[in-house]
Structures are given as structure tokens and as C-alpha cells.
């Protein structure tokens, strides 16, 4: 009997500490009309769908606890630039002390984010950049030169060097995607000779939306042509991973996918081959630069050096086009003959 009280006391406590975890990481949208009192710093994901930013959101309120602060996740229901607008607007009535944001339009959130900076808020983007004018410094994940040669090239070798390839990307607009794409595109045009049978075919847009990219790869599918996809976003590659399986195709896909979500496909051959970095830490990174800006400890200018927390010393450098960024580090690659280092990781 007492042991039985004991279990329904023990279960209501995990049931408590569930809803406090689980309302932690969800849409703070009930704060509306209040101000944050403790220093607050808020993540903007690109959607709610996308469970990749919650991998960068764990890394942030990491960093923000290490900090001493609050932290808050904020999440637009669709990947629309004008979501990420109004929830930026009810950062700034909030009075949050900074914004880590990932683009789903950079340009778009231009005057929103200028808005923030004059109020005081301090700025970063994460992920997907936006423009130098909107940021004091940008969170670079990896290279985006080497993410997109790397990807293409990884393609061509899949293929033996004979057949078409689609690129299932996120979403027309994502600066971080388009980015990697005019790299691919690059890589291919710079080595004409050796991609004279791997053309790429098609840019198709999946949203980082689990339905419409599964329903773009059924249609990539269906072109003879294409014998390999290239999915550079984490939502993207499990839907085409499934979609090939299923229906037995021989297409190849590699791309850029969490390991934790895809190790079934490369055990089973799917996706041979794939690569990422430490989202977690791209996370953490940014949190990190947000508190070191609010502490004074960096302005985001080049020359910068602050200590990250875990990740140790970190520089702020000048970014490709006239802005400044922080790089995480490299890329890193996933496949069945390595997948002693990265099987229990994210
Ligand atoms: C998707 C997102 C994100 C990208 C990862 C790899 O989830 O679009 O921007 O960095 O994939």
C-alpha cells in the first residue's frame, strides 16, 4: 500500500517536472503585454515543425543558464518571414535583453531587427544569416564554401560519376540553403570536365515541411534523369530517406541530416553518406555571443576573442560579405564506417 503511494507520488512529480521541460522549449506566446524582468534572451526558430532548431534551442538555453539568464523559445507556425516579423515585434514590447534569430528571409527582417538594436536589444543571427545592417555578428556553423563543394562532390562520387541530380532544399528564401546551393552550383560550373555526366537538374523546395518535402521527392523521383538528391536541410533528408526506401528506388541521397534521425537510413544503405556539425553547439555558440555583446566583453566587430563557455575561445571574423561572424568549427562527416563517433551523439 505505502509502496504504492509512494509510486503515484513519484509518477505526479515526473508528470509535474515533464510540463515544466516540456513548457521550457514551447512558444512562450502567453508572456504577450508583460515585460521580462531577469536578463532574457529569446531564440526565434525558423518554424515550429522544424526540430532541428530545437537542437539549436537546447544549446542556447544552455548557454543562457550558464549565464544566469532566462531563456525563451519562440516558434512561427510556418516558415513565413512575416511570422518571424511579429513574434521579433513582441521580443522588442517584451524588453528581452537580446535575439538570436535563424532567417527565413534576410531581407525581410531587416527593419524589425534595426528596430530591436535601437531599443537596446542586442542581436545575432544563427544558422541562416541576416543582412550585416540587422546583426552585430552572425553564428557561422561551418564553412558554407566547403558545405557546398563537399556536398556536390559527395553526390558525384555516390553516382560513380554518371547520372542527374535534384537538390531538395528548405525554403526559396533561406540565406544559410541558398548560400550552400550557389556553392554547388560553383563547384560544378569550375569543374566542367569532371561534372560532365552529374548535371545539376533541379532546385526543389520542400519548406523544411515534412509533407511537402516527402510529395517534392515522390515528383523528383519520377524524373529518370536524377540518380541522386542532395537534401542540405536536416527535415528535408528523412523525408526523402523515406520516400526512396519505400518505394525501392536506387536514387542516392546524401546531404546534411541529424545522425540521431538518420542512422536507420545509413545502416540500411539509404543515405550513404551525409554530414553536419554540432547543432547543439551552434546553439550554445550563439547564446554565448549574446551574453558576451551584453556584457561588453565583445562588440562584434573583427578582432574580437571571448571565451564560449565549453567550446573555449572564439573569434569574431569578417564574413564574405561585409558583416562579421563567429564559426563554430568543421564539417562533420557521417557514415556506416564511422558510426562508432557519432551513433549516441544528436
Ligand atoms: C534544416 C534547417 C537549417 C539547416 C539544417 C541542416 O533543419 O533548414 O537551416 O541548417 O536543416
Same mark, same amino acid.
Given at each position: 500500500?505505502?509502496?504504492?503511494?509512494v509510486k503515484t507520488l513519484?509518477?505526479?512529480?515526473?508528470?509535474?517536472? *515533464?510540463?515544466?521541460?516540456i513548457s521550457g522549449c514551447? %512558444?512562450?506566446?502567453?508572456?504577450?503585454?508583460?515585460?521580462? $524582468? @531577469? %536578463?532574457?534572451?529569446?531564440?526565434?526558430?525558423?518554424?515550429? +515543425?522544424?526540430?532541428?532548431?530545437?537542437?539549436?534551442?537546447?544549446?542556447? %538555453?544552455?548557454?543562457?543558464?550558464?549565464?544566469?539568464? !532566462?531563456?525563451?523559445?519562440? @516558434?512561427?507556425?510556418?516558415?513565413?518571414?512575416?511570422?518571424?516579423? /511579429?513574434?521579433?515585434?513582441?521580443?522588442? /514590447?517584451?524588453?528581452?535583453?537580446?535575439?538570436?534569430?535563424?532567417?527565413?528571409?534576410?531581407?525581410?527582417?531587416?527593419?524589425?531587427?534595426?528596430?530591436?538594436?535601437? *531599443?537596446?536589444?542586442?542581436?545575432?543571427?544563427? !544558422?541562416?544569416?541576416?543582412?550585416?545592417?540587422?546583426? $552585430?555578428?552572425?553564428?557561422?556553423?561551418?564553412?558554407?564554401?566547403?558545405?557546398?563543394?563537399?556536398?556536390?562532390?559527395?553526390?558525384? !562520387?555516390?553516382?560513380?560519376?554518371?547520372?542527374?541530380?535534384?537538390? =531538395?532544399?528548405?525554403?526559396?528564401?533561406?540565406?544559410?540553403?541558398?548560400? &550552400?546551393?550557389?556553392?554547388?552550383?560553383?563547384?560544378?560550373?569550375?569543374?566542367?570536365?569532371?561534372?560532365?555526366?552529374?548535371?545539376?537538374?533541379?532546385? @526543389?523546395?520542400?519548406?523544411?515541411?515534412?509533407?511537402? *518535402?516527402?510529395?517534392?521527392? +515522390?515528383?523528383?523521383?519520377?524524373?529518370?534523369?536524377?540518380?541522386?538528391?542532395?537534401?542540405?536541410?536536416?527535415?528535408?533528408?528523412?523525408?526523402?530517406?523515406?520516400?526512396?526506401?519505400?518505394?525501392?528506388?536506387?536514387?542516392?541521397?546524401?546531404?546534411?541530416?541529424?545522425?540521431? +534521425?538518420?542512422?536507420?537510413?545509413?545502416?540500411?544503405? #539509404?543515405? +550513404?553518406?551525409?554530414?553536419? &556539425?554540432?547543432?547543439?553547439?551552434?546553439?550554445?555558440?550563439?547564446?554565448?555571443?549574446?551574453?558576451?555583446?551584453?556584457?561588453?566583453?565583445?562588440?562584434?566587430?573583427?578582432?574580437?576573442?571571448?571565451?564560449?563557455?565549453?567550446?573555449?575561445?572564439?573569434a569574431v571574423t569578417n !564574413?564574405?560579405?561585409?558583416? #562579421?561572424?563567429?564559426? =563554430?568549427? %568543421?564539417?562533420?562527416?557521417?557514415?556506416?564506417?564511422?558510426?562508432?563517433? &557519432?551513433?549516441? *551523439?544528436?
Open positions: 500500500m505505502k509502496k504504492k503511494a513519484f509518477s505526479a512529480l515526473i508528470l509535474i517536472l *515533464s510540463i515544466f521541460v514551447a %512558444d512562450n506566446s502567453d508572456l504577450e503585454g508583460e515585460s521580462v $524582468s @531577469a %536578463d532574457t534572451y529569446a531564440f526565434v526558430s525558423k518554424s515550429i +515543425q522544424n526540430n532541428y532548431m530545437q537542437r539549436l534551442y537546447e544549446g542556447f %538555453d544552455d548557454a543562457c543558464r550558464e549565464a544566469g539568464a !532566462d531563456s525563451l523559445y519562440k @516558434a512561427p507556425r510556418s516558415t513565413s518571414a512575416q511570422e518571424q516579423i /511579429d513574434i521579433i515585434n513582441e521580443l522588442i /514590447d517584451l524588453k528581452v535583453t537580446g535575439i538570436a534569430v535563424a532567417a527565413n528571409d534576410a531581407d525581410a527582417l531587416t527593419d524589425v531587427l534595426q528596430k530591436a538594436m535601437e *531599443s537596446g536589444i542586442e542581436v545575432v543571427s544563427v !544558422d541562416s544569416a541576416v543582412r550585416n545592417t540587422a546583426r $552585430s555578428v552572425h553564428i557561422q556553423q561551418a564553412n558554407p564554401e566547403k558545405i557546398g563543394r563537399t556536398l556536390v562532390s559527395s553526390a558525384y !562520387d555516390k553516382l560513380n560519376g554518371q547520372g542527374g541530380i535534384a537538390i =531538395l532544399s528548405s525554403t526559396e528564401y533561406a540565406t544559410n540553403q541558398n548560400q &550552400w546551393i550557389e556553392y554547388m552550383k560553383k563547384e560544378v560550373e569550375e569543374n566542367q570536365e569532371k561534372y560532365a555526366l552529374t548535371p545539376i537538374i533541379e532546385i @526543389a523546395y520542400g519548406d523544411d515541411d515534412m509533407m511537402k *518535402s516527402t510529395t517534392e521527392t +515522390q515528383r523528383i523521383l519520377e524524373n529518370p534523369e536524377i540518380e541522386a538528391i542532395i537534401a542540405p536541410t536536416a527535415v528535408g533528408i528523412v523525408a526523402a530517406a523515406n520516400v526512396i526506401r519505400d518505394t525501392e528506388s536506387t536514387v542516392k541521397l546524401v546531404g546534411l541530416g541529424m545522425p540521431s +534521425q538518420m542512422a536507420e537510413f545509413i545502416e540500411d544503405g #539509404t543515405c +550513404q553518406e551525409m554530414y553536419l &556539425w554540432n547543432p547543439v553547439d551552434a546553439g550554445y555558440l550563439a547564446g554565448c555571443a549574446l551574453t558576451a555583446l551584453k556584457n561588453g566583453q565583445i562588440t562584434g566587430i573583427s578582432g574580437d576573442v571571448f571565451t564560449a563557455g565549453r567550446l573555449g575561445e572564439k !564574413d564574405i560579405e561585409g558583416g #562579421t561572424e563567429i564559426m =563554430l568549427g %568543421d564539417l562533420l562527416e557521417f557514415n556506416k564506417s564511422n558510426k562508432e563517433s &557519432w551513433i549516441e *551523439s544528436f
